[in-house]
């Protein structure tokens, strides 16, 4: 069974509540529940994780990267400084990928930079929710047939 981790990062735990015109008025728990239902019908397991704190992302990569068969994650602020974490995710060697609610590219220009996406197959970014379930068809397909051609 394809065995998917997925990260959340800081302040997507206030979901909803956060800035609605640019990530949606979806609670992060709903966006679980939707992940957990989706996945569920596909025959796909997750474990799901939210910190704010970047050392606290970094180690649950370390601890699930035997369980784990790819990685979705959201690296939010991150994305755009985390030397740290775009290494944590190069040195487990699982497929990886990144995941926006808003369109990162389309926003201040400092959000256009990743330092992330470069350890990543790739990214989706600007389907706000439905982003997470788009990465979990990628991650399915991935871990059961390799990148697609
Ligand atoms: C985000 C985009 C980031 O630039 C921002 O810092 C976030 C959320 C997104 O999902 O659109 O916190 O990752």
């Known amino acids: 069974m394809s065995r998917i981790l997925v990260l959340h990062g800081p ?6 509540d956060r800035e609605p015109q640019l990530y949606g008025d ?5 966006i679980d529940h939707m992940l957990e239902e989706e996945a569920a019908s596909l025959g796909v397991k997750l474990r799901i994780e939210q910190s704010n704190h970047e050392g606290e992302l970094i180690d649950v990569i ?3 990267r035997t369980w784990a068969k790819a990685i979705i994650i959201n690296p939010a602020g991150y994305t755009h400084t985390s030397v740290a974490l775009a290494d944590a995710l190069r040195a487990v060697r699982l497929p ?15 959000r256009d930079q990743s330092v992330t996406a470069s350890a990543c197959v790739g990214q989706i970014s600007g ?4 982003s997470y379930i788009l990465a979990l068809y990628a991650a399915k397909q991935i871990i059961e047939q390799g990148p697609t051609p």
């Open 62 to 64: 370390h601890r699930e």
């Open 127 to 130: 389907f706000r929710a439905y």
């Open 11 to 16: 302040n997507l735990n206030l979901l909803g």
């Open 96 to 110: 990886v990928i990144e995941v926006h609610l808003s369109n990162i590219h389309a926003r201040e220009p400092f």
């Open 26 to 30: 979806t609670s992060l728990e709903e």
